[in-house]
């Protein structure tokens, strides 16, 4: 167990439809990372919290969006799906400043019907 | 931004031989270099870890190398067993203060055969 909590674990949706992916990070961890892991696919870095803030970005779409709240877990809302959207999506965590190892949650399956 | 390339892409041994990864990245500023191994279906595990400082680590059967100049760094699994059997990312990190961008190679498909 990495300490990094995601939910749900698997989620079924149609297209066009919104949903929210949620993560708790480690205990003490500021730092937050999305990445989207499609079928037999690398990890793509979506974007990065820090402390409640935006520090980097990376391929992420513009229907797509995140935020970090005081208490330090994550959202990340995905809209106007479509069929490419299916895919893994990982929440990952470290220590101040993005510093150190990241550890990773066990992920969020997303199907889009 | 930065780009990290790895290969193989699959990579076929059998129990007790070595394998070797190797990853390219691009992006001088880079100072921290993970491996992470994911099982099928499964969260990436980090199993071992190298800062731009070091050379080389080692982990009992698994090490790491480090070479800056050339902007490239290998795994090493020795004496391999069928769990090893994974997909194997590389990545690279770019810091600047707070932001924190992680960037992953491709993957390497290891299959310890009997």
């Known amino acids: 167990d990495s300490g990094v909590t995601q939910t749900p674990k698997h989620l079924i949706t149609a297209t066009g439809q919104r949903v929210t992916l949620r993560c708790s990070p480690r205990?003490?961890?500021?730092?937050v990372y999305w990445y989207q892991q499609s079928l037999d696919q690398g990890l793509q870095f979506l974007i990065q919290?820090?402390?409640?803030?935006?520090?980097a970005k990376g391929n992420i779409l513009e229907r797509f969006s995140a935020q970090q709240f005081p208490d330090l877990h994550s959202e990340l809302n995905l809209s106007s799906l479509e069929l490419g959207d299916s895919a893994l999506y990982f929440c990952?965590?470290?220590?101040?400043?993005?510093?150190?190892?990241?550890?990773f949650g066990q992920g969020t399956r997303l199907t889009v019907v | 931004g930065e780009n990290v390339e790895q290969h193989p892409s699959t990579l076929s041994v059998q129990e007790g031989d070595s394998a070797v990864i190797k990853c390219t990245y691009s992006?001088?500023?880079?100072?921290?270099f993970p491996w992470y191994k994911q099982e099928l279906g499964k969260r990436p595990q980090l199993i071992i870890d190298?800062?731009?400082?070091?050379g080389e680590k080692k982990d009992q059967r698994i090490a790491v190398t480090l070479n800056k100049t050339a902007k490239h760094f290998s795994l090493h699994i020795t004496e391999t067993q069928p769990e090893d059997s994974a997909v194997y990312f590389c990545?690279?990190?770019?810091?600047?203060?707070?932001?924190?961008?992680?960037?992953f190679g491709t993957g390497t498909r290891l299959q310890v055969t009997l």
């Open positions: 205990s003490g961890d500021l730092s």
């Open positions: 190298i800062r731009s400082n070091v």
């Open positions: 992006d001088s500023a880079s100072n921290y």
């Open positions: 990952a965590s470290s220590v101040v400043g993005g510093e150190g190892a990241a550890f």
């Open positions: 990545a690279a990190r770019t810091r600047t203060g707070t932001a924190s961008k992680l960037t």
């Open positions: 919290y820090y402390n409640g803030e935006e520090r």
